[in-house]
């Protein structure tokens, strides 16, 4: 993940989230115990907070400057 | 020379203290998001929501696009792509608005029941209706940051604007993310 | 690798998920009064305001849900019925499954026109039996329904006390359940969808 540029990266990132929401919307259509609707929302808010919030930067602050 | 390594040095920690600050805000906001989910399960259970799933996925899958194009405008500010970093902020906002139409236009017009009508009226458009103020909210600070890249106010070493406005974006993104299914797939009838 | 730790968290998660929605099984807990073992459901027949008889045991195949009641009933059974309307409703495709009947407690009155009258203003699939108060009194002991009649004053004849419980026979004709009055829609729907889902009809 971290060889691809960051533009690629941010690709590669929201293709992952659209699969996770059509399986989420598979699940939901189809009444899965919705503990597995809790895993996919929980797996998408920690991609999200990871690459595209960059959560990293607040707890490791001596990054400094972008990505 | 120990001055110019002082501002950078000051400009970091400043850097770092704003954005503690943001997530600091972030932290209380989701308390409050936090409320509004605890009471959708309170009030309603295990019961399912009468909302329409295809309008559901589609304004979800706008604001996610829209999310992508944030974090677009995001690398490229930092990267000194001034016409890339524009057009992807113009397509998050058009993106943003789209959203807002679906959710307060089509979705609250076409809905079964009203905000006065019992429970689910009031869980659902308190939810929605309070995410929805936080789009429009984060549509503001994007207009804002539009204007001011537009008169080429951010570099790449200096664009924290950008990037605080993103996360808030990204925020009510991940506000959302919880909220969709938790509205709209579970429960049973 | 820095991120290899946030990839190894997301794994777990996903497992914990999965494992969890796929592989454990909470098993569900009725919200009624389960029958077990259930039992098979005392026979009957008698005159159905749909025309002709109605007979249990031709009736395997399908969840029944009966209730004792009558139509000059100022409360209970017109809000019961009104219940059952909706549970229907709510079943959607399910509700094929279901057959809604009403039994009186009061053949003096309730004859089968009298009952077909009475419940088309609910749902004109419900099916009313009555007959002669010796058949019904069989019936009313095998189910234990309470039933005693109360002379009033007033110009709507007497009162029938009755049991005002909810009776569930299932697609094999065993009672397995009955439901307290106090018991909400959603509860009763909650429980027939797994049953229909369960029985896989």
Redesign the interface.
């Known amino acids: 993940m971290t060889k691809l540029s960051p533009l690629k990266r941010g690709v590669v990132i929201f293709i992952i989230l659209g699969v996770l929401t059509a399986i989420e919307y598979y699940f939901g259509v189809n009444d899965f115990p919705s503990i597995l609707l809790w895993t996919v929302a929980i797996i998408k808010i920690l991609l999200v907070l990871q690459f595209f919030m960059h959560i990293n930067k607040v707890i490791n602050p001596n990054q400094g400057g972008h990505e | 020379m120990s001055s110019i390594n002082n501002s950078i040095v000051s400009y970091?920690r400043k850097?770092?203290i704003s954005?503690?600050g943001l997530?600091l805000f972030f932290t209380s906001d989701a308390f409050m998001f936090g409320g509004l989910l605890v009471t959708r399960f309170y009030l309603l259970?295990?019961?399912s929501l009468n909302l329409d799933?295809t309008l559901g996925?589609l304004v979800?899958?706008i604001l996610?696009?829209s999310?992508?194009f944030?974090?677009?405008a995001e690398?490229?500010v930092?990267?000194r792509n001034h016409k890339g970093f524009i057009t992807s902020l113009v397509i998050t906002i058009l993106l943003g608005i789209s959203f807002l139409v679906g959710v307060i236009g089509l979705e609250w017009g076409s809905a079964h029941f009203g905000p006065g009508d019992g429970a689910e009226g009031a869980v659902f458009y308190m939810m929605t209706g309070m995410h929805a103020f936080h789009v429009l909210t984060g549509l503001i600070f994007l207009s804002l940051v539009l204007r001011n890249g537009l008169n080429k106010k951010y570099t790449?070493?200096k664009?924290y604007a950008v990037?605080a406005s993103?996360?808030y974006w990204?925020?009510v993104?991940?506000v959302w993310?919880?909220y969709y299914?938790v509205l709209?797939?579970?429960?049973?009838? | 690798m820095k991120n290899s730790g946030f990839w190894f968290l997301l794994v777990v998660i996903a497992a914990v998920g999965i494992v969890f929605g796929f592989v454990v099984e909470r098993p569900y807990t009725y919200r009624g009064s389960l029958i077990d073992p259930a039992v098979p459901a005392p026979e009957f027949s008698l005159l159905s305001s749909q025309g002709g008889d109605y007979r249990l045991d031709s009736r395997t195949g399908k969840f029944i849900l009966i209730f004792f009641g009558y139509t000059h009933c100022p409360d209970v059974c017109p809000t019961t019925l009104y219940e059952m309307k909706e549970i229907k409703a709510r079943l959607k495709d399910k509700a094929e499954n279901i057959e809604f009947v009403f039994v009186t407690v009061d053949p003096e009155r309730d004859t089968q026109d009298q009952l077909k009258r009475y419940l088309s203003s609910f749902d004109e699939s419900f099916f009313g039996l009555t007959g002669s108060t010796e058949q019904l009194e069989m019936v009313w002991k095998d189910y234990g329904v309470y039933r005693e009649i109360q002379e009033t004053d007033n110009s709507l004849g007497y009162l029938v006390d009755h049991t005002s419980r909810l009776y569930l026979i299932n697609s094999q004709g065993e009672l397995m359940m009955t439901y307290l009055y106090e018991t909400t829609l959603d509860e009763i729907v909650s429980d027939l969808n797994y049953l229909i889902k369960k029985a896989d009809l």
């Open positions: 970091q850097l770092a954005r503690l997530w259970g295990n019961k799933r996925l979800t899958s996610l696009t999310s992508f944030m974090n677009r690398v490229m930092s990267e790449p070493e664009h990037e993103a996360n990204h925020f993104d991940v993310i919880i299914p709209y797939l579970m429960g049973t009838m």
